[in-house]
T-cell receptor, first 113, second 109 residues
Framework: DAGVTQSPTHLIKTRGQQVTLRCSPI?????VSWYQQVLGQGPQFIFQ???????GRGNFPDRFSARQFPNYSSELNVNALLLGDSALYLC????????????FGQGTRLTVV | ELKVEQNPLFLSMQEGKNYTIYCNYS?????LYWYRQDPGKSLESLFV?????AVKQEGRLMASLDTKARLSTLHITAAVHDLSATYFC?????????FGAGTRLTVKP
């Protein structure tokens, strides 16, 4: 069985641009969560989606948005990129909401220049 | 606001030695997680602790949870080099998962 897959693996963007990151959960998993991990720090929770509905939101500005599709894949969008958005963006999937056990993808390394 | 604190943040130990990593959290939670992260890699789930007094063991790692003290421990027994990594605890608070800052463990021969 394939694990959680994220694309792209690496990305370089310019300040002010917009970016879309993609995540495909493990087959059968209905919940997807997004995290931002700045180098040297722990992951910070951005969003959780379950059955296409937002179930949780971390302390991030409105420039960050996400959605989940009928096949449970998900996209994270970040508008008006700032240098401080440079980070590893991790997607995790689980069977249900409430994080019973989350499996993480390899992440997308975003660099904003 | 939920806060999760780990200590130590950096740990250098010799092979064969034992040590404990501590994870304190500030509000009531029913679930605590331990993850491992190798440099440049994603997070690997180690343990999910769901109730007070829960203890789980896998190889040289053992995790426990005391919900009354809001404390979890990750005990390392007879460390080996392969355990070198960063270890994170995380707490679920109403669909908001908070991670500690991580403990960077280096096991030396």
């Amino acid at each position: 069985d394939a694990g959680v897959t994220q694309s792209p693996t690496h990305l370089i963007k310019t300040r002010g641009q917009q970016v879309t990151l993609r995540c495909s959960p493990i087959s059968g998993h209905k919940s997807v969560s997004w995290y931002q991990q700045v180098l040297g720090q722990g992951p910070q929770f951005i969003f959780q989606y379950y059955e296409k509905e937002e179930r949780g939101r971390g302390n991030f500005p409105d420039r960050f948005s996400a959605r989940q599709f009928p096949n449970y894949s998900s996209e994270l969008n970040v508008n008006a990129l700032l240098l401080g958005d440079s980070a590893l963006y991790l997607c995790a999937s689980s069977w249900e909401t409430g994080f019973p056990e989350a499996f993480f993808g390899q992440g997308t390394r975003l660099t904003v220049v | 606001e939920l806060k999760v604190e780990q200590n130590p943040l950096f740990l250098s130990m010799q092979e064969g030695k034992n040590y404990t990593i501590y994870c304190n959290y500030s509000t009531t939670s029913d679930r605590l997680y331990w993850y491992r992260q190798d440099p440049g890699k994603s997070l690997e789930s180690l343990f999910v602790l769901l109730s007070n007094g829960a203890v789980k063991q896998e190889g040289r790692l053992m995790a426990s949870l005391d919900t009354k003290a809001r404390l979890s421990t990750l005990h390392i027994t007879a460390a080996v080099h392969d355990l070198s990594a960063t270890y994170f605890c995380a707490v679920d608070n109403n669909n908001d998962m908070r991670f500690g800052a991580g403990t960077r463990l280096t096991v030396k021969p």
